[in-house]
């Protein structure tokens, strides 16, 4: 944490204002490590980010909160608000794991894995917990089935059998071509089965 902080200011002296937008991402992937390596709510409360935080730090403490808290409604519905609604955001999800700044410790690699590659579980579980809020999971499975290694499609058959009449309804309110694509290309939600065509994410 130390060692990061202080080459984000070494950036900043050396370089002036042209270094501080990469100072900025290294103290927001410095907060993204404390957050993923809370083990109690107490030590993820003291960690909470403000809304004018990063997208990216605001997203880990609802990931961690969710894991931290696997039956608690609330927290799977305010997860499932924050997912990606834009290309930054989606972005910003798919570098959870990031660590460009400064090498890792060997316990923030771990801690900051785990929380990159319980996400997708993280998300589809809070599914389940909220399905108030099942339009936003079906619209980030439908973009995420659009990436190269799409995580979340091994989890999205236990959300279709668990809350099916929400699932089936939600993805009914996709707009008519993205309705189209994803009972196409990605999920038959009637039967609960993913697509797995060779061409289906082309």
């Not at 668990?162 to 290309?185: E, I, M, N, Q, Y």
Request: glycine fraction near 4%.
């Amino acid at each position: 944490m130390r060692l990061l902080l202080a080459t984000a200011l070494m950036a900043v002296l050396m370089f002036g204002g042209e270094a501080a937008a990469q100072a900025k991402d290294c103290i927001t992937e410095a907060n993204a490590w404390r957050i993923s390596e809370a083990r109690s709510n107490a030590a993820l409360i003291a960690l909470e980010p403000r809304e004018a935080a990063s997208y990216r730090e605001r997203i880990t403490f609802a990931v961690r909160d969710v894991m931290l808290n696997k039956l608690d409604a609330h927290r799977a519905g305010r997860l499932l608000q924050r997912l990606p609604r834009d290309e930054a955001e989606r972005a910003a999800w798919l570098e959870l794991a990031d660590d460009s700044c400064a090498p890792l410790s060997r316990r923030q690699f771990s801690a900051l894995g785990r929380l990159s590659d319980g996400a997708p579980e993280a998300v589809s579980r809070a599914a389940v917990l909220a399905p108030s809020f099942m339009d936003a999971y079906v619209r980030f499975v439908l973009e995420q089935s659009r990436t190269v290694d799409p995580e979340i499609m091994d989890h999205v058959g236990l959300v279709c059998r668990r809350r099916h009449a929400a699932f089936v309804a939600a993805v009914r309110r996709l707009p008519g071509a993205d309705l189209r694509w994803f009972t196409a290309k990605v999920f038959e939600p009637v039967g609960c089965k993913e697509i797995r065509l060779p061409e289906a994410r082309d």
